[in-house]
């Protein structure tokens, strides 16, 4: 039997310090580590991820980014 996981996590933001996103990183990890190897595991949410607003970004961001 297999069963879909659905994680969703928001990363803390550039300001805190590594030792708060290093522990949410290893917290993630041994959530993950609780299900069964052969479950569907998908991560969702926001990891403070920043793209740039030159134009080589446009294919992946779109013309309509909020940044």
Sequence with gaps: MSYIIIL???APTEEKS???KESLCE???QVLG???KCSVKLLLGDFD???GR???FKPTIGK???H
């Design 18 to 20: 590594d030792d708060t």
């Design 8 to 10: 969703n996590v928001h």
């Design 49 to 51: 991820a920043k793209l």
């Design 64 to 66: 309509a980014s909020l």
């Design 54 to 56: 030159q134009d080589i």
């Design 27 to 29: 917290e993630r990890e």
């Design 34 to 36: 609780h299900f069964l």
